[in-house]
């Protein structure tokens, strides 16, 4: 951490559903001047939260308008089908899409899930998000499927879900904006890749067309027969460092 950073914080925004614990652990660590302020924000506020500087960085469901954006892929999450405790597909361990035919199927407005051809039949209405799908759901009224982290958030004692493998899958992914890629952001970003302390502080590329991830896969070579040339000329007569 630089002089400047000290007394600075870090806003990272995040949408429902994703959970950013082993991240901002690792950033606690290493940062300890910076503190993390988390912003809990609706999935359909968080592009433009990020563009009006709200916050600068934060965990976005794919696909996003990536418009002045930048955005690295993080992972994939299993779909899965909630339904009340008593429904049939209760019993079973993992559910198809043709199993949803004749079932009524929620379409939330916040949905995360992008559908080519939606499931099942079309329910008596759209909710705005999916804690009022849910408590739809709850009330007998049709299902909905989600990514596993929002059936996770949203844990009822009287809702069950099931796996949906032939389902559409949400990916999670960072993004910040373009024009305000900070020293910040680049520790934050070396953080999610799994950089270590040292490789994640090479922030300022050598050339404009050299990314960090370029320079990394340089090392070797440089620490390996370069290395041992150098080795081999300091044997020599009247070698002097430089």
Not at 139 to 162: E, K, Q
Request: glycine residues 8%; without cysteine; charged residues 25%.
């Amino acid at each position: 951490m630089t002089d400047g950073e000290t007394g600075r914080m870090f806003r990272l925004a995040y949408v429902p559903g994703v959970t950013s614990a082993k991240w901002v652990n690792v950033w606690t660590e290493r940062m300890p001047g910076v503190p993390v302020t988390l912003v809990a924000v609706p999935a359909a506020e968080v592009v433009g939260l990020l563009r009006n500087g709200g916050a600068d960085a934060g965990f976005v469901r794919l696909p996003v308008d990536r418009d002045g954006l930048s955005v690295i892929p993080l992972y994939v999450e299993t779909t899965v089908v909630m339904v009340p405790k008593d429904h049939a597909m209760a019993a079973a361990d993992e559910v198809a899409i043709a199993d949803l035919i004749d079932d009524e199927v929620f379409h939330p407005l916040d949905d995360a899930i992008e559908w080519t051809v939606r499931p099942g039949l079309p329910a008596f209405t759209r909710p705005a998000t999916t804690a009022d799908a849910i408590e739809l759901v709850v009330a007998g009224t049709g299902i909905l499927l989600v990514p596993l982290s929002l059936a996770r958030l949203h844990h009822r004692r009287d809702l069950t879900y099931r796996p949906v493998p032939d389902a559409p899958q949400s990916q999670v992914a960072l993004a910040w904006p373009t024009d305000a890629t900070t020293d910040l952001v680049e520790d934050f970003i070396g953080i999610v890749r799994g950089r270590t302390v040292n490789s994640s502080r090479g922030r300022t590329p050598a050339s404009p067309a050299e990314k960090p991830a370029q320079r990394q896969a340089q090392k070797p070579a440089q620490n390996g027969s370069g290395r041992r040339a150098v080795l081999a000329s300091r044997k020599k007569k009247g070698y002097r460092p430089r």
